[in-house]
DNA sequence: ACACAAGCTGCGGGTTTACGCAAGACGGCG
DNA sequence: CGCCGTCTTGCGTAAACCCGCAGCTTGTGT
């Protein structure tokens, strides 16, 4: 067996390469990847079929990594190790996981034991391992209960990208009250209206800068979200 | 001597720890927080004078403690040692650093060579040592140089909260159209205009929320300069 | 088949933004 | 002192935004 490393720390790295050592005996080598381009080349050259996958790295995070691997072999087998459980990362991963993929979700703050755990049983065993605190966040989000479907979500990533309304129209092909609707449905759900009338009509919000304001606040957009959206952006204005 | 470590990654936290001993024979205790409220608890107590920071921490970040550790003792060195250089974090720690204090920003990235240089240099040479990438973004930061204005990022902050130009006119002790004018420098500098008129008048932008993605993508904010405005925020409001 | 909830859409309006134009205010500088 | 650049402010307008009201299309349940 093989095991590929992608973890741009170099510390975080070489505990997971005793972590792989010291939890899989049957695992004759282990490879590393300082970034997610790098760790997409190793992939690829190696077949890897078991791979642990850093969140959050400076050159192409992992979503996107393990989007283009999985793209190419469905059956890899995907542990994820992060620092943090933000609804953005949680919503990134279960976006891309192709249907009955072996995957996992680790916090960093796990103990080593869990991480072995982990580890045995998704290559070994081929089950997914979804860390307690991710699983909350994971059914609230796909569940409705005070969670957010997807087209609220989705109009959400459009005005934190900075779109007009008659752009995220076009986008996504509604007409122009439709959007609106849907933005009075994502400002109720986010509570943007709280301390806005309690004194007078004084401290008023912009409600679609506050609206993105909260999503970040509330770990529903991060960086890496944002960043993956400015992408996909960019790309359906140059196909026009 | 004694030193003082807040970080909260494990791996990172012993790392230092060894750094510390390696650089410092002199230093016979060193004392580790895991977060930033702890941090603050152990500097007090042990009136430390020699503290090795992390930024970005979940509890309490390392420019809040940073901030009520110098109010109390101005004369407290800290080196700031970070996994970033967003421009939010450098305004940030330089926005807090008393006069003629002794501070450092080194990131993680750095060699464990450049470390250690750096500790003797705080912590016994009383020198300030900036990491040059770090430095860079200083200079340009505050000098004004395709950087930005104290008045610029200010605005740029409270439209990120979600303010109306109403309130910002009110908090800032300004006319509604002084707010709308540094707006309009704002959208300048931070190009907010670039793919919107060059097909047609198609994918127009929402000058407001473009803006703070826009400066989100430039690390210009981050989540960390984002909760600290948002406390400020809170703090104003409820003074009323 | 009928009722009911949920989402899309057009209409109309009140409010907020973005910004050109132009008149002061303030601070260097020769 | 007068000139000039930067910053502030008021006025006015076109566009964008927020949203209540009401008619339609769906899908779901009994």
Redesign the pocket.
């Given at each position: 067996m093989k095991v590929l490393i992608v973890e741009d720390d170099p510390l975080h790295r070489s505990y997971l390469h005793e972590a792989v050592n010291a939890a899989l005996p049957e695992c004759e080598t282990v490879i590393e990847a300082e970034n997610g381009t790098v760790g997409e080349k190793l992939a690829r050259d190696h077949k890897s079929a078991h791979i642990v996958m850093d969140l959050q790295m400076a050159n192409r995070n992992g979503i996107e990594a393990a989007r283009t691997i999985w793209k190419e072999r469905p059956e890899t087998r995907i542990l994820f190790w992060s620092n943090y459980s933000d609804e953005a990362y949680v919503r990134g991963v279960s976006r891309i996981v192709p249907d009955g993929a072996a995957y996992g979700y680790v916090l960093k703050s796990a103990s080593d034991e869990r991480l072995k755990l982990a580890l045995r049983s998704i290559f070994i065993e081929s089950q997914c391992v979804i860390d307690r605190e991710v699983r909350g966040l994971q059914q609230k989000s796909l569940g409705q209960t005070n969670g957010f479907?997807d087209?609220e979500y989705e109009i959400l990533v459009d005005i934190a990208l900075g779109?007009?309304?008659?752009a995220i129209?076009r986008r996504r092909?509604?007409?122009?009250?439709?959007?609106?609707?849907?933005?009075?449905?994502l400002?109720d759900k986010l509570d943007v209206?709280q301390s806005a009338g309690d004194d007078h009509?004084d401290g008023?919000f912009?409600?679609?800068a506050r609206a993105v304001t909260v999503a970040f606040l509330r770990k529903l957009l991060n960086y890496s979200a944002l960043e993956r959206a400015e992408a996909e952006l960019q790309e359906w204005l140059d196909e026009k």
């Open positions: 479907t087209s779109l007009t309304d008659r129209a092909g509604l007409s122009l009250r439709s959007v609106q609707n849907r933005l009075q449905h400002y209206y009509e008023r912009n409600l679609r």
